[in-house]
């Protein structure tokens, strides 16, 4: 069990990869924005690597452990502490029954990362424990974690190590210049954006705009372009050159409502009447899910299959191969 | 037009958008869920789920399991097995809606909505009554009100209907909101494109609204048997009837909703068939209005 002294900005339990088979009722998959920081935590306390573990935003909890555990914290740098001494990042460590781990500010990254050993036995909701806090439901109640509650946790299957470390070439590299390169696949509605449309987006510094949850990420840039096929069709797709009849929509979409793009995240909806000209491969989430707002986004064109051979690469190093023992 | 081929469209690494067509009609929304039947029931390696819409299908997959090219060439196999939209026949509840239209609540998030975001829209009913060339708002009402809406698919948000109109008498067309609406009051009922929907919560949305409705349409509780085994109401292929009501009686079922004891208004003993109501389509003059 773990008591919740201060919920942090806005800490939510999730699992990976969340609640997937609903989205034709509309239900999102949820789940951690940063999977890649999040399964290392997983793997280093002995979890599978879909456990449900916490994820921080902007400033972490502080939580209290009424027993012995193995925790990791990763993703974004919180400067977390176990009663008031700095712990390191991307390592498994012992806590004793009744320490506090304390986190603050975010001073590398947004999102950080908490694993337990034996990970968080909430009740799952349609068979996932990610929070879904738009609709309430899933995690803790369906929302973010409050300070006093007590959030449960499973029994470890196997006996979890502290002092296992994740190795440097295994972890995710953060941009400290505050701008992303970040991939994006062309598609599906591509066909409906023209080529200084297009070259555009390519060659523009999109700024992360505040007004971004874990629904989407909203981005300010230069204006969009468009084909023919945006301005002479059927009336039933709307009158906008951005609207199309109802579709729907992949997670990691460049939706494009008006003029404005929103990147469709985990909590994102799954259909409606806009164009998406790109899609973010599930490979660069871990970028947006650790880019803070204001910061700079460079999109970078690859094809699927290049996209699928990454993501190929990113399994691979969230596998117990990136993980050594230090003591 | 409904395309010969389908069209299949790449979105990132994990989902394969399908479309059939790029017009609103049933066929094709008979497609987009027949396939994604077809789907479920042959197990198709690699597919997480699906999500049919009005003229498409959004496939999800799982890229550690098949690469694109393969799933494409299976989902075209199996396209190419389904037979003729025309011999579709479905089970379809008919939900009778009674829905205040012209209503206060709406009234007062377009009203909001022109004062805070867009100073120059104009007024959603008038607006869609406008661009129709129907009389006024009250025809606006007898023509959306004057037929059964086909649930085509469910998004955007848990449980939210896309709804089509059967009678072509009744087809309207209306923009959506640029920018999108922050809010939208629950259970609202609006239009955009040539789609009606119910807003299931308070939400933003860029449809035109013009009316709204008591009963939930999403339940997490289950509070109503219609939730027992669905925390949404709707099914695809459903049919809804608004039935104009007034405020009082809007108010009436809201208490009864709260206490528990309302009883939705659903028969549940008819079937759908697609070549009896394309013969029906045959028969009518679809020029008037109601």
New interface residues.
């Given amino acids: 069990m773990i008591e919740v002294i201060k919920p942090g900005l806005e800490t939510s339990v999730q699992d990976y990869p969340g609640r997937?088979?609903?989205?034709?009722?509309?239900?999102p998959p949820s789940g951690p924005m940063d999977s890649w920081s999040f399964r290392l935590a997983n793997l280093l306390v002995g979890n599978d690597v879909g456990a449900a573990g916490l994820e921080c935003q902007y400033i972490g909890p502080t939580l209290k452990f009424n027993e012995a555990t193995v925790i990791a914290v990763t993703g974004a740098d919180m400067q977390a502490k176990i009663d008031g001494e700095l712990v390191p990042l991307w390592e498994s460590i012992a806590v004793a029954a009744g320490q506090v781990l304390e986190m603050s500010f975010a001073k590398v990254g947004v999102r950080g990362y908490i694993a337990i050993a034996g990970g968080i036995a909430t009740e799952p909701w349609?068979n996932s424990r990610s929070t879904f806090h738009k609709?309430?439901?899933g995690g803790m109640e369906g929302h973010a974690i409050k300070a006093e509650q007590v959030i449960p946790v499973a029994a470890p299957t196997t006996t979890a190590v502290a002092g296992r470390k994740v190795i440097e070439a295994a972890r995710p590299v953060f941009s400290v210049d505050k701008s992303w390169q970040v991939e994006?696949?062309?598609?599906?509605?591509d066909d409906w954006i023209d080529e200084a449309g297009h070259q555009r987006f390519i060659n523009a510094e999109w700024k992360l705009s505040s007004k971004s949850d874990r629904t989407g990420f909203r981005l300010e840039g230069p204006e969009w372009t468009f084909t023919d096929k945006a301005h002479n069709?059927?009336?039933?797709?709307?009158?906008?050159p951005s609207?199309i009849?109802?579709?729907?929509?992949?997670?990691?979409?460049i939706n494009l409502?008006?003029q404005?793009p929103i990147i469709l995240m985990n909590d994102g909806?799954?259909?409606?009447?806009f164009i998406?000209p790109y899609?973010?491969?599930?490979?660069a989430f871990w970028k947006l899910g650790q880019a803070k707002p204001a910061e700079i986004l460079h999109f970078m064109v690859i094809s699927?299959?290049e996209?699928?051979a990454i993501?190929?690469q990113i399994?691979e190093l969230c596998s117990e191969k990136s993980i050594v023992e230090s003591r | 037009m409904i395309y010969e081929e389908p069209k299949f469209?790449?979105?990132?690494?994990?989902?394969i958008?399908i479309?059939f067509g790029?017009?609103?009609n049933l066929e094709l929304n008979f497609l987009g869920q027949g396939l994604?039947a077809a789907i479920t029931e042959h197990r198709t390696r690699g597919v997480?789920?699906?999500?049919?819409?009005?003229?498409?299908?959004?496939i999800?997959y799982d890229?550690?399991v098949i690469?694109?090219e393969p799933l494409v060439a299976e989902l075209k196999e199996l396209i190419k097995s389904l037979g003729p939209s025309d011999d579709i026949e479905l089970n379809s509840r008919l939900f009778y809606f009674p829905t205040v239209y012209l209503d206060p609540w709406s009234r007062e998030c377009v009203d909001d909505y022109i004062a805070n975001l867009n100073p120059d829209k104009i007024e959603d009913a008038q607006l869609v009554a406008e661009l129709n060339g129907l009389d006024d708002v009250n025809h606006l009402v007898r023509v959306h009100s004057g037929t059964e809406y086909w649930v085509a698919?469910?998004?955007?948000?848990?449980?939210?209907p896309?709804m089509m109109p059967l009678d072509p008498r009744c087809v309207l067309?209306?923009?959506?909101y640029?920018?999108?609406r922050t809010w939208t009051p629950k259970g609202t009922v609006g239009m955009?494109?040539?789609?009606t929907c119910i807003y299931p919560?308070h939400l933003p949305g860029?449809y035109q609204i013009f009316g709204r409705v008591p009963m939930p349409i999403w339940d997490?509780e289950k509070r109503f048997p219609q939730f027992e085994n669905e925390?949404?109401l709707f099914q695809?292929g459903d049919r809804v009837k608004f039935v104009p009501c007034s405020v009082e009686e809007f108010e009436h079922i809201e208490r009864q909703v709260a206490d528990g004891s309302y009883q939705y208004n659903v028969v549940e003993y008819q079937r759908f068939s697609v070549r009896n109501y394309n013969q029906w389509l045959t028969t009518i003059d679809k020029a008037p209005r109601f």
């Fill in positions: 997937l088979g609903y989205w034709n009722q509309g239900f349609l609709a309430g439901v994006v696949c062309r598609g599906p509605n069709k059927g009336p039933e797709h709307g009158s906008d609207n009849i109802d579709q729907g929509y992949p997670i990691g979409a409502g008006g404005t909806p799954s259909m409606g009447g998406n899609t973010v491969p599930s490979i699927v299959a996209a699928q993501r190929q399994n | 469209l790449p979105g990132g690494d994990r989902y958008l479309e790029n017009e609103m994604a997480i789920e699906t999500a049919a819409c009005f003229a498409s299908t959004l999800h890229p550690d690469g694109y698919s469910l998004g955007f948000w848990p449980g939210l896309f067309t209306a923009p959506k640029n920018p999108p955009g494109g040539a789609s919560e860029g997490t925390i949404c695809p």
